[in-house]
């Protein structure tokens, strides 16, 4: 999100602290958002995370097709490399473990400390 809004969306008043605390951002922060949702406990909304999209996209685009209740039109394609070519400020890395070592400890920290009973309730573990 903080990518987005500083690279794509040019944002030069906002820090990764921001973005953790919900500061200054449309939609709040992180926990609170996902909250309003509340993707696991709404059957209207299917919970799609990223990491199973990129390691078994087979099977999350099953997922989805069932969910909809429509058949698949095509096979995935993996196409973030032309995405990332075209539109690199907002298709920047497409990894979780980049994106996190942009992080300091202290900013790893203030996410852990503010976001932590949602991570874990979303299966993240520390």
């Given at each position: 999100w903080h990518n987005?809004?500083?690279r794509a969306k040019k944002r030069t008043d906002i820090s990764l602290e921001d973005v953790i605390l919900g500061?200054?951002?449309?939609f709040g922060?992180?926990?609170g958002?996902?909250?309003?949702w509340k993707?696991?406990?709404n059957r209207r909304i299917?919970?799609?995370?990223?990491r199973d999209l990129i390691s078994q996209p087979e099977t999350v685009l099953e997922r989805i097709s069932g969910f909809v209740g429509k058949p698949?039109?095509?096979?995935?394609?993996?196409?973030?490399?032309e995405l990332h070519r075209l539109?690199?400020?907002?298709?920047?890395?497409?990894?979780?473990?980049?994106?996190?070592?942009q992080m300091t400890d202290a900013q790893a920290r203030l996410f852990w400390h503010t976001h932590r009973e949602a991570m874990h309730e979303y299966g993240f573990p520390e």
């Open positions: 987005m809004l500083t500061r200054n951002v449309a922060d992180w926990s958002h996902l909250q309003a993707p696991k406990h299917l919970l799609v995370y990223y698949r039109i095509a096979a995935w394609r993996d196409n973030f490399a539109y690199p400020e907002f298709f920047a890395s497409g990894s979780d473990a980049k994106n996190i070592a």
